[in-house]
């Protein structure tokens, strides 16, 4: 089988947020598949498997679990499929959870992905969520992936030190910390202990919570976001309608080879 690694959010090799990509005719067993997510054991393996022209079924694992929606994997594969399989224009990954996801690339040649937006709602944080977080948020919301808690400041985000075991209790949902930047529109890092490891590089997905409602504080609808874990990632982020949002990025390959099993 052929295998990808790739840096997404990213222009610098051991930046941003690695994911293995793996081109298949047919989709494996989930339990294999899972089996092989667990043995490369990067944040994300996407397995993609060709429907038709520019067209491409995609599933998501992390080392312990099927993600139902994964941003900078998504990103990763279309590098994969312009760069090495020579796709142009369009591209449309099917996806059982959050509907088709279309991604082109513009004329900078980074990769514009067009995803449904999820913004979360405020919410009384639980307990676990408090207790799990070593600087108190001011604010949080959830949304289908994640409690979204906003930090007081941009050095707090920076700062907080987080209990994996007392996170743990909230799954399924993820949590991430936000808060306004000075050097971009907002930065923000993501914890989840219960679906994949103490800390996420780049975390494309969650980005379409964020994007909502910094959109809305600050009055912009273009976006510039900074994931600041210890390997970092620059997003861009664009509200084109309520529901709809582009988040874009770039890419670079770190390893091509075969899996054999």
């Not at 399924?172 to 202990?193: E, G, L, N």
């Amino acid at each position: 089988m052929d295998i990808f690694v790739v840096d997404a959010f990213t222009d610098q090799h051991f930046k941003g947020n690695s994911a293995a990509i793996m081109p298949v005719t047919t989709f494996p067993e989930a339990t294999l598949m899972q089996r092989i997510a667990a043995e490369n054991n990067l944040s994300e393996t996407a397995f993609i498997l060709r429907n038709s022209e520019n067209n491409y079924a995609i599933r998501w694992f992390s080392p312990l679990t099927e993600i139902d929606f994964c941003g900078h994997a998504t990103l990763a594969s279309a590098f994969v499929l312009y760069e090495y399989y020579n796709l142009k224009g369009k591209i449309t990954f099917t996806t059982e959870h959050v509907g088709t996801l279309t991604v082109e690339q513009n004329h900078d040649g980074n990769i514009e992905m067009n995803f449904p937006c999820q913004a979360g709602l405020e919410v009384t944080p639980p307990k676990a969520l408090l207790d799990g977080l070593s600087i108190a948020p001011i604010k949080v919301l959830q949304n289908r992936q994640a409690y979204i808690a906003v930090l007081p400041n941009e050095q707090a985000v920076h700062d907080i030190v987080c209990d994996s075991e007392l996170l743990k209790q909230l799954a399924p949902h993820d949590i991430v910390v936000t808060a306004q930047s000075s050097q971009y529109d907002f930065v923000s890092r993501y914890f989840w202990p219960a679906n994949g490891g103490y800390e996420d590089p780049v975390t494309g997905s969650i980005h379409t919570a964020l994007a909502p409602y910094w959109a809305q504080q600050l009055d912009k609808r273009e976006l510039t976001a900074y994931q600041a874990s210890q390997r970092g990632g620059v997003l861009h982020c664009k509200m084109i309608e309520d529901d709809r949002i582009i988040i874009s990025g770039s890419a670079v390959l770190y390893l091509r080879g075969k899996v054999y099993l």
